[in-house]
């Protein structure tokens, strides 16, 4: 035993192996939450590795000669090793470092990966080659029978494995797009991992596909090429409007609708003309996904809106003498009437009221481009738009950035009836555009023939309030400013004919 002691105190490669693992295990302690530390210990031990073997005549890619002194012959051995150890693991950093100064996606993972166990394998062959001197065409031999049985196995397992690569080379998607699975699961990629894909789907669930399903799917990705996204939706009017009238109203509300972008421009297009009705498909985009819910509502609430003021009904089955009777209703309602059946204010009266409050209403007409309310302005009526589209927009530094857009249904003016207010925007008329004005004298003679409708205004929230100290917009309108508004006006018409608030 102390021969073999003093054989490796002589061996300057024993010493050197002593060294070396001093050195590595004094890296793990002083570098333990620095990878970078370690990684420049490993590259400074990997270049003094091949100096020492190269000064010592060791080649580490031929075959380890034998010195007749095992310790020695042991010593050589676990420094060959080493060395294709570290050789590999600079390798697979180098892949890594490449990914990562390119700005590869997270799914560049699955390639590098992929390389890594390739670099790692061919080093293992290689330790049994020129290290043990074992022939590796039995073990090559071996392990291709091994895998032959594993494959036949882990089949399913495989399939989704070499999917992941297939589907991390071509890049269909990439974390964060919004995609189609095979028309059934959609939502956000959030992770491609070797087995699976994991889509957040807009449910808020996770769902995880796996790669060998999804590489035979046909896959949407709606982020790609652009984040824009197309909507269509089907609308069937009765059989009794021309189709260029139709295209016309249906043209007018998707202006109406600020979810949706103007390039690509929306669409409307005949399908279909039916004896029960005529069939038209309007397509518009929106600017991502996220969005599409949201402008596909408020689209379809336009489209009812100016089908209404227009007096444009709906296709519905129905018989010969239901449909007369319906036609003959919709013919003795006044277009003012049915402009008054989209106020939330007036919703509360009766029919024969609101048939009779439209009698009283006087209509403006206003050409494409013409400005409807100046800065500045105090308004004592209360303005109804009939049809049309308005731009509500400030008119300050800003360069007039748009607030919202009115369409049939929407109104304004009614701050400035009972507090004076001014005007802070500019509404200008996008469209052609009819608007009907009610003075508070004739809104007064409403509200004292039906007290009901004071306490509605406390309740119902205002669609805009474009004229005052602060213009509001409908989406960030708060619960007390509306109340706030609505007592003004409640308050006025109370102290001055005595209608009383709920």
């Given amino acids: ?56 005549d060791i080649v580490p890619y031929q075959p380890l000669q034998s010195t007749g002194a095992p310790v020695r012959d042991v010593v050589h051995a676990v420094l060959k090793i080493a060395w ?5 693991w600079f390798v697979v950093g180098i892949l890594h470092a490449i990914l990562l100064v390119e700005r590869r996606p997270r799914e560049g993972r699955l390639a590098s990966d992929l390389f890594a166990g390739v670099v790692y394998l061919a080093a293992l062959f290689a330790i049994v080659r020129y ?116 295209i016309a109203v249906l043209d007018r509300a998707a202006l109406n609708c600020r979810s949706i972008v103007r390039t690509p421009a929306p669409a409307v297009a005949v399908k279909a003309i039916k004896r029960t009705g005529t069939e ?9 996904f996220a969005a599409a819910t949201r402008a596909q509502n408020e689209l379809l609430d336009m489209v009812y809106r100016h089908l209404c003021a227009d007096g444009i009904d709906l296709a519905a089955p129905s018989t010969e003498f239901s449909r007369a009777a319906e036609a003959c209703a919709t013919a003795s309602r006044t277009r003012a009437a ?9 919703r509360p009266l009766a029919v024969q009221e609101r048939s009779a409050l439209a009698t009283k209403l006087r209509w403006r007409l206003h050409e494409q481009g013409s400005v409807i309310l100046e800065p500045g302005s105090v308004l004592q009526s209360l303005f109804i738009v009939a049809g049309g589209v308005l731009s509500v927009a400030r008119d300050d530094s800003e360069a007039g950035a748009e607030l919202r857009r009115l369409g049939p249904g929407d109104y304004f003016g009614e701050i400035g ?76 018409f109370h102290r001055r004919y005595g209608v009383a608030a709920d």
Avoid at 338 to 346: G, H, Q, S, T
């Fill in 84 to 88: 294709w150890l570290w050789a590999a």
């Fill in 338 to 346: 049915r402009v008054l059946e989209l106020v939330d204010i007036f």
């Fill in 131 to 246: 290290v043990f001197d074992l022939p590796i065409q039995g073990m090559l031999a071996t392990s291709g029978v091994i895998a032959i049985i594993l494959g036949l196995a882990l089949q399913s397992s495989l399939g989704d494995v070499f999917s992941g690569i297939v589907l991390s080379f071509s890049r269909p998607y990439r974390p964060g797009d919004w995609v189609n699975i095979g028309g059934g699961t959609e939502g956000r990629v959030i992770e491609m991992n070797w087995r699976a894909t994991h889509i957040l789907t807009d449910r808020g669930d996770l769902a995880i596909v796996p790669n060998s399903g999804i590489a035979k799917a046909k896959i949407v990705n709606v982020s790609s090429p652009s984040g824009i996204h197309g909507i269509a939706v089907t609308v069937e009017t009765d059989c009794g409007t021309p189709p260029a009238a139709c």
């Fill in 417 to 492: 009836i009972p507090s004076g207010a001014v005007s802070t925007v500019k509404v200008t008329a996008l469209t052609t555009a009819t608007i009907y004005e009610l003075t508070h004298d004739e809104l007064a003679a409403v509200l004292a023939a039906s007290p009901e409708v004071s306490g509605v205004l406390h309740r119902l929230p205002p669609r805009g309030q474009i004229v005052g100290e602060e213009s509001v917009d409908v989406d960030s309108a708060d619960a007390a400013s509306s109340g706030q508004v609505r007592t003004w006006l409640a308050g006025y």
């Fill in 280 to 288: 038209y498909e309007i397509t518009v985009f929106v600017g991502e």
């Fill in 1 to 56: 035993m102390g021969a073999v002691i003093e054989a490796a105190t002589r061996d300057p490669l024993a010493a050197f192996l002593a060294l070396l693992a001093v050195g590595v295990a004094l890296s793990h302690l002083f570098f333990r939450h620095s990878p970078l530390g370690r990684a420049i210990v490993r590259i400074v031990c990997l270049i003094l590795l091949t100096a020492v073997l190269i000064h010592a």
